[in-house]
């Protein structure tokens, strides 16, 4: 599987020929840094009076190279699709090599602090839900007022929590409807295509 490089991350990739291997090597460390503890300006700016350029060229070049590295990482793509989608850029071989060298000895580490930065949603266990219709009351004595109670079970981490939820039948079918409209779009060959690349 080949990745889908934007115009924009290409101009951002763009900045890598003009600048020494050992430079691209130093930028491949501040992309998985950036990772691990977020954004830090002093280093591009550093880098940039280094190099004589903007501190925004730095930075979009790191970010560029981030992206690279971690959508590749996320699909774990063989280092022939690597290749194959760097080679588009134009660079050098010798860069295209530097690259894909960036690439294996980074994807491990890039999949675990993205596996890390994941958020732990909870997961159902079990459903419980009874209908109450209510037929008269002091004020009226013929309504017909239904309601349907659900008792959402839920597991986070293996702690159990639960849930209880109140609606009306029509926003329940609602609710239903775009349920089942959402597992039919999950049939088109789009979603099934995005499915494969998130895996």
Known sequence: ML?????????????LPRVDSAVVAEFGRIAVEFLRR???PKIYEGAARKLSVSTDTVQHGVE??????TESSKLMISELDFQDSIFV?????ELNRLLLQLYLDNRKEIRTILSELAPDLPSYHNLE?????????RSLRQQIKPAVTIKLHL???GDPSTKVLQT????LLHLVQQLEQALEEMKTNHCRRVLRNIK
């Open 64 to 69: 560029g190279l981030t992206y690279l590295l």
């Open 38 to 40: 977020g954004s830090n």
């Open 3 to 15: 990745l889908d490089l934007s115009e924009e991350h290409k101009e951002h990739l763009a900045f």
């Open 129 to 137: 839900w009874r209908l109450d219709v209510q037929l008269a009351s």
């Open 168 to 171: 009306d039948p029509a926003t």
């Open 89 to 93: 850029l134009g660079f050098s071989e």
């Open 155 to 157: 597991n986070q981490n």
